[in-house]
Structure formats: structure tokens, C-alpha cells
């Protein structure tokens, strides 16, 4: 089994690019699996292969396991998507982004902004996380579902997210949008238009 046990660094700094033409292993991980200081996994090219970090990973980082660079990718994850695009009036919208962003706080749910979007991951099943938004939503809101990256529910001050987590008791939020997130497919699933009257 080899063992990866040092970070290198991202796998777009030009430096490590270069170190990557030479030859690696790719791994994914879950999200559970990411957040642990030792894991146990197959490359996927099925190589055995152990994590000894001490870091929480994250997309695109490369480890050195006995001279050979392992580059981590995160499995992605189902999310709702909330998408205000259809919403008339921006204090609407911004009433509406408050009001969801307390209930999904109040419930300890993750959330990220994106634009006119809002992704809240589905730690529940989906009908019951709807019927507890949905009498936050103005009409015009769609609700959907999409594959993200589990990484955009990361805390990260070099990002352009802005993040509600409901265990911390605060919010924050950045300007600007410097980074995208990958889709790990190209569709979303069931979209269900809430209506003025906030009937679905």
C-alpha cells in the first residue's frame, strides 16, 4: 500500500502542474473521508492506497506518497438549489435570501450563495427540506436539485461564496465571485416553481 503523507500543494500552481506531466495517482474522496487525518482508499487506477495528513482536503490538493504526487478530487453531492432568478424586485429577493438563510440556520443546514443562487446540501430527505423553505420563497423562486462539490460550503476567505452555517451563530459573507464550482453533472432534477399565492 502507499502512503500519502505530506501535501505538496494545488495541482494549478504552474510548479506542481509541471511535477504532474511526470506521472501521478488521482484519488477521490468523500466527504466524510476528506474530513479525517487518516483514510484508507483506492486510487483510481486501484492502486491501495493510505491518507496521513493532518488537513482537511480539498479539491485539487496534491499529496506526495513516496515520490509520486497523488491529486485528490471531492465527490460530489446532492444539493437543493433555490434559484431567485425569477424573482421580481431585488428587496424581494433579499428579504426572501434573509428569511431562508435564518431557517436553514435555525435547522443547522448548510448554505452557500451563489449569485442568484442559493445550494443547501440535502442532509435530509428533499420533500422535507422543501416544505421547510417553501414558506420562505417569493414567487418566481424555483426550487431544483443539482450535483455540486462539497467544496463550496467551505469556509474560505480566498473565495467569493457567501456562507450560513447554522452551528456557528453568525453568518459572514464575500464580495465578488473569484472562484467557480464544477457541476458534476450538467442538469438539475424535478423543478418546482413556487407561485405568488406560495403554492407549489
Same mark, same amino acid.
Given at each position: 500500500?502507499? =502512503? @500519502?503523507?505530506?501535501?505538496? !500543494?494545488?495541482?494549478?500552481?504552474?510548479?506542481?502542474?509541471?511535477? &504532474?506531466? *511526470?506521472?501521478? &495517482?488521482?484519488?477521490? =474522496? *468523500?466527504?466524510?473521508?476528506?474530513?479525517?487525518?487518516? =483514510?484508507r482508499t483506492t486510487a483510481d487506477?486501484? +492502486?491501495?492506497? $493510505?491518507?496521513v495528513v493532518g488537513r482537511e482536503l480539498r479539491d485539487g490538493d496534491v499529496l506526495d506518497a513516496d515520490g509520486t504526487p497523488v491529486v485528490v478530487s471531492l465527490a460530489a453531492i446532492e444539493a437543493l438549489v433555490?434559484?431567485? +432568478? !425569477?424573482?421580481? !424586485?431585488?428587496? @424581494?429577493?433579499?428579504l426572501a435570501a434573509l428569511e431562508l438563510g435564518h431557517a436553514a440556520g435555525n435547522r443547522h443546514w448548510n448554505l452557500a450563495v451563489e449569485g442568484e443562487r442559493a445550494?443547501? #446540501? &440535502?442532509?435530509?430527505?428533499?420533500?422535507?427540506?422543501?416544505?421547510?423553505?417553501? #414558506?420562505?420563497?417569493? $414567487?418566481? /423562486? +424555483? =426550487?431544483t436539485t443539482d450535483d455540486v462539490s462539497p467544496a463550496l460550503f467551505d469556509d474560505d476567505d480566498s473565495g467569493g461564496h457567501g456562507h450560513a452555517h447554522g452551528g456557528s451563530d453568525h453568518s459572514h459573507s464575500h464580495d465578488g465571485h473569484s472562484r467557480t464550482h464544477d457541476? /458534476?453533472?450538467?442538469? +438539475?432534477?424535478?423543478?418546482?416553481?413556487? *407561485? #405568488?399565492?406560495g403554492q407549489p
Open positions: 500500500m502507499r =502512503v @500519502a503523507d505530506s501535501y505538496v !500543494g494545488h495541482r494549478d500552481d504552474p510548479e506542481i502542474a509541471d511535477r &504532474l506531466e *511526470d506521472g501521478s &495517482l488521482s484519488v477521490t =474522496v *468523500d466527504d466524510t473521508e476528506r474530513r479525517r487525518s487518516r =483514510v487506477d486501484g +492502486t491501495d492506497l $493510505g491518507i433555490v434559484d431567485f +432568478t !425569477g424573482v421580481e !424586485g431585488s428587496t @424581494a429577493t433579499a445550494y443547501l #446540501p &440535502l442532509s435530509e430527505k428533499r420533500e422535507r427540506m422543501e416544505d421547510e423553505i417553501h #414558506p420562505h420563497l417569493p $414567487g418566481g /423562486a +424555483t =426550487v457541476h /458534476a453533472s450538467g442538469h +438539475t432534477h424535478g423543478v418546482r416553481e413556487i *407561485d #405568488p399565492e
